[in-house]
């Protein structure tokens, strides 16, 4: 059996990644003084008041952001209706702000490394309740695709920053692994619970209230954050000398540029795959190839002479990580294509309305917390693998569920345990993936580590 954590979790608490932050003079100075931080116990562990406040805080951010995304999933043509949003443009509230977040995840884990984890998530968490408020406040639909993107960049720079808070706070151990587990189901269920209650906003009180609602709990949020969210010890002052050369810059605009140009030409291809065709979705695809060949040899250039590289070339050639960031892309693209397909499914064929639809959706976000409660609990007891094999198959069972259902079928025979199913695969990958990658990499680097698989789920949304 073997002993690595990339592999076994049971074997945890002999990971190497103390070891790799105590090599590093500068994280391993910022660990000694948040231990001996007032918000610490004299064991070293964070209190269970901050405990509580960094949990709750990254659940409910990363929580609200998916709550929002299935609030549109449902509501949106109540939504085109309101603001004369063109047909064409139809999926644009929801794709665009996946494609905006995926873009940046990999700048922002860089700018968290920079300037402080707790800084640019406090930043993303103020942003994102201004134009979740500027959402719902739209009165065209230019406006509100606008508003959406600025949405999607405001919480890539929360995501990677949690990340990076999390393990700065709590030691290998229960307690970030249930903080791991709660950031992680906020996602899905977010996402579920948005579907369910969409449906209730558009018949009843409107879509907007929906974006009101959420600004105002993000707004809260922020504000316990800004006053009792713990440090994670002190940063060297930012330097121009810093700026320049501690961040792989050209390596961040040449990834964000390609997934922005990919992203963009699947988003457009959408209405009609013969969209393809067109010129400019050619000329995107061809500069896109271009980009992804100068990113790699790029990075292969910074790896090669010592200098930052936003994701090394030598990362792949770990087996582990490439399978879990090729996990988390196919079962995340299942489980979002599960619920917007399903949607469809309930209004269009059912021809079901929007609270009818949302009642449908509730057996998600209950299998999804369930899911996250026993994960948080055994997952530092089970091997790795075996918890990824499991949640990959569950996350398989749903849409094969959904695809041999029956209109005329009992919504038990299928289509119930296809939406208990789905957020359940998700959420337990997602946990999974975070702890098993944050093992890898030392404290410092921490927030890029997380940059770089969280945007395949959001590219996938896109």
Known sequence: MSTTTTVELVNAPA??????????????????????????????????????????????????????????????????????????????PASVYALTCGCTLLLSGAMADLYGARTLYLMGCFLQSVFTLACGLANTGIQLIMFRAFAGIAISMCLPS???????????????????????????????????????????????WGFHIAAIINTIIFLI??????????????????????????GAFLASAFLSMVSYVLAAITDSTQDIKKPENIALLAISAVLIGGFVAWVERQERLGKPAIIPNSLWKNRSF?????????????????????????????RLTAIDTSVRFLPAPVGGVLANIVAGLVVHRVRADLAILIAVALACLSPLLMAIADPAWSYWICVFWAMFMNAIGA????????LLITSLFPAKKQAVAGGVYKPLPKSVKA
């Open 15 to 92: 990971t190497p990644l103390p070891q790799l932050s105590a090599s590093t003079s500068t994280t391993s100075q910022s660990l000694n003084q948040t231990i001996v931080s007032p918000e610490y116990g004299q064991n070293g562990d964070l209190s269970k008041g901050k405990t509580m406040v960094v949990i709750s805080s990254v659940t409910c951010i990363t929580g609200i952001s998916s709550l929002l995304a299935g609030i549109v999933t449902v509501c949106i043509p109540a939504m085109a209706r309101d603001v004369h949003l063109d047909g064409n443009l139809l999926l644009w």
């Open 162 to 208: 949690a990340v990076s808070i999390i393990t700065h706070a709590f030691p290998t151990g229960k307690r970030r692994n249930i903080a791991f587990a709660s950031m992680g189901g906020g996602q899905p269920i977010g996402f579920s619970v948005g579907l369910s209650v969409g449906g209730v906003f558009t018949d009843t009180i409107g879509w907007r």
């Open 225 to 250: 954050a800004l006053k009792w969210l713990p440090g994670i010890g002190k940063r060297d002052p930012v330097t121009w000398h810093r700026f320049r050369t501690e961040v792989d810059w050209v």
């Open 322 to 350: 490439t399978c879990i960031c090729i996990s988390v892309f196919m079962v995340w693209g299942a489980f979002n294509a599960t619920e917007q397909l399903s949607s469809f499914y309930f209004q269009y064929v059912q």
């Open 427 to 434: 959420d337990t990958l997602f946990t999974i993936s975070n």
